[in-house]
């Protein structure tokens, strides 16, 4: 008994020495990097632009945005902090954006360093942007406050919502560094005072090679992931339905389908084209029409259900054509042509000769659930 | 103590041995051991994990057989009573620094963990004088005391399984396939680089004799290394999945990187629980091992055990600060494995053939007068 009181007070003694060999963070003494942006500068530099958050109620303005230029992204944090009052710290950051000539070159040791850093997340978001980056963060938007924040809880609000494919940095350093898969990043653009998040980017490993639009991002997603719930507008060809309703006029169909649940299974067919087969079953709800055709009926809802399909089958091959066209796999068909093979020994090198020439049958499923609450 | 049965209010009872197992093999390992495996292995390193927890199970089974023929007996008596006086207090001093090198690693390792995730600028000496303290504290309380901080640990640590779910969200099962691409001697090198792993339950041989009831010892014992196994595939499945390969290959500490995914709303960071509570998973592991490697000391030169403990708290903390790179760590970790290997897997083979002989030689003789 009389031990542990001696032992316990040497350790109370001793602990002020201890205490002081780690160093301290005290929150008013620091500012959080919650978004960073990177552009090309002259020389093969980078231009940083990161926005910090600070603790301070005195402060009228509770961000700062600091512009740096360095030769690597760590340089870039010291560059900041020489320019700032605070200790810069990187452990808030949600959103890493990069410029699209940035990108066009390679990403991967602007992105390894994010995961390297063990004080940053491997949920924070990355994202291209239209333009440079900079003008992004250093914008001053009337209604938004901090644009990190706001950025982040757009992308996250958009993932969420099933409207873009997650694009965390463990995902894309994942797709990277993956034989036979691509990542896919969405791309930010600012215009006016707006911040639009429309388009997707496709790597090429880690260097952009091309666009998809949002519809085009739409089915990508739908193949790609597990997916729950997203909306699409699409036109379907009106001739079906005038052999149902004689009077109807015009040549299209426009109708707004809500994607309630969703299976997409890639097959190999035949490993030596190599082929392969998508089987897509998707369970869909109308959310509007652009005629007043009877919902209620079979034959309606069969041939919405047809139609649906087809256009669908002819987006996904689109899709794959132009994928194919850039050699960028997003969709991971190397990745099962991997599995299911023994001893492919497949090499990056080797699925980018072999994917433009794989042949790819697509067959959707859809079957109409719900049309809301009329009919 | 001479041979004999221990005191009995030092004994405990027969199915705490399943914690004491598990929570010893369970340790610093368990952080970053998937990468040496897959390099090894592929993607059929969960194979390569149950060939190694089956070949644990083996060896269990010899050294309870050993354990058996000599009832009472720890492993320094034992060789002692194979070798003689001289060659088995070698062979003692040889095992005692086999274990205090094994507590070394651990607490190095993870020395090196907090630095890497957590406070990069902390000393070395810093964290080792605070495990050592803990160490010698537990020790100092006695086997009994021993055992209760392997099934506290258990108790407030087996929790973190339940985090795994997060990284299965963003799993592609895919990545297992092909099943059983690799070739056999490539499933073996993976097994073999296990080592370092599934080490622990070696300790077996010095705890035994403390066992109350001895006769219903064996399926505690079998149960706690079922659970490692079942636990450390369990992980490396989730791992491949997870991870594409090559960026597994850049993981070092695979475990910790799995725990980056995890988020609540009330807490983002999860990885910086997870890695203080491994504080609590590698204590028992340094506990057993200070205890079984000062306990050797009392034997070879009938010392206190109580000093061998501070001297060998603080060559901890000494040898600990000596490593001070990530490869000086790694090369530290690849010899100790390598060395383990024929220690804990290989030499209880020869033990129990020694142990036959002696008992045949002696039965010789008996009958001989």
Known sequence: MRKSVIVLSIIVLLLPIWTGCVQKRILEELGLVVVVGYDPAEKDRIKGTALLHQIDPAAKEKVQVVVTNANTSKGLRNAQNREVSKRVVSGQLRVAIYNEKLARNGIITLADTLSRDSVISDTIFLTVSRGSADNIITHRFPEISNIGTYLYKMIRQNIQGEQISSCTLHEFIHDVYSVGKDPVLPVIERIGDQILLNHTVLFRNDKMVGELSADEAFVLKLIRDRYKAGSLEISLDAEPFRQLKPSFQGNKVDIVIENISSSSQIKLVDPSIPSFSIHIKMNVRIQEVSTDLKLGEKKVIRAFESEISKEFVRRIQKLIAKTQAVQSDPIGFGEVYHAKVRHSNLTDEKWREMYPNAKVHVDVKTIMVRSGVVE | ?369
């Open chain 2, 1 to 369: 103590m001479k041979s004999g049965n221990p005191p009995k209010r030092l004994m405990f009872s027969s199915f705490l041995l399943f914690f004491v197992i598990f929570e010893n093999q369970v340790g610093v390992g368990l952080a970053g051991f998937q990468r040496v495996i897959f390099e090894r292995a592929g993607h059929d390193a969960w194979v390569s994990i149950c060939m190694a927890g089956v070949w644990a199970h083996i060896t269990v089974w010899i050294m309870l057989r050993t354990l058996r023929l000599n009832p009472n007996k720890d492993l320094y008596e034992i060789h002692k009573d194979l070798y003689g006086r001289f060659f088995g207090g070698l062979i003692n001093a040889l095992y005692m620094l086999y274990m205090l090198a094994a507590a070394i690693v651990i607490s190095r390792n993870y020395v090196e963990l907090v630095q890497t995730w957590i406070f990069p600028e902390i000393p070395t000496w810093l964290l080792s004088t605070f495990l050592a303290m803990l160490i010698t504290y537990g020790v100092l309380g006695g086997i009994r005391i021993v055992v209760g901080i392997c099934f506290m640990s258990f108790i407030m640590t087996i929790w973190l399984i339940i985090v795994l779910y997060f990284p299965i969200r963003y799993a592609e099962w895919l990545h297992l396939a092909p099943v059983m691409e690799a070739s056999i001697s490539e499933l073996g090198q993976g097994m073999l680089k296990m080592s370092l792993t599934i080490i622990g339950f070696e300790i077996l041989m010095f705890v035994y004799p403390f066992v109350r009831n001895k006769e219903r010892a064996s399926l505690p014992i079998h149960m706690g290394l079922l659970a490692t196994t079942v636990l450390y595939v369990v992980i490396m499945v989730i791992t491949i999945v997870y991870f594409s390969p090559d960026q597994l290959l850049r993981t070092v500490w695979a475990t910790f990187s799995l725990f980056k995914i995890v988020i609540f709303p009330f807490l983002e960071r999860f990885e910086y629980v997870a890695i203080s509570l491994w504080m609590l998973i590698i204590l028992p592991n340094l506990m057993m091992y200070m205890w079984a490697a000062s306990k050797g000391i009392k034997r070879i030169f009938s010392w206190k055990q109580k000093y061998a403990l501070y001297a060998f708290a603080f060559m901890l903390i000494v040898v600990s600060s000596l490593f001070k790179t990530r490869l000086q760590i790694n090369t530290m970790n690849d010899n100790f494995g390598k060395v383990s290997l024929y220690i804990v897997f290989g030499y209880p083979w020869i033990l129990y053939a020694a142990v036959l002989i002696k008992q045949r030689f002696r039965r010789e003789k008996g009958v001989m007068s």
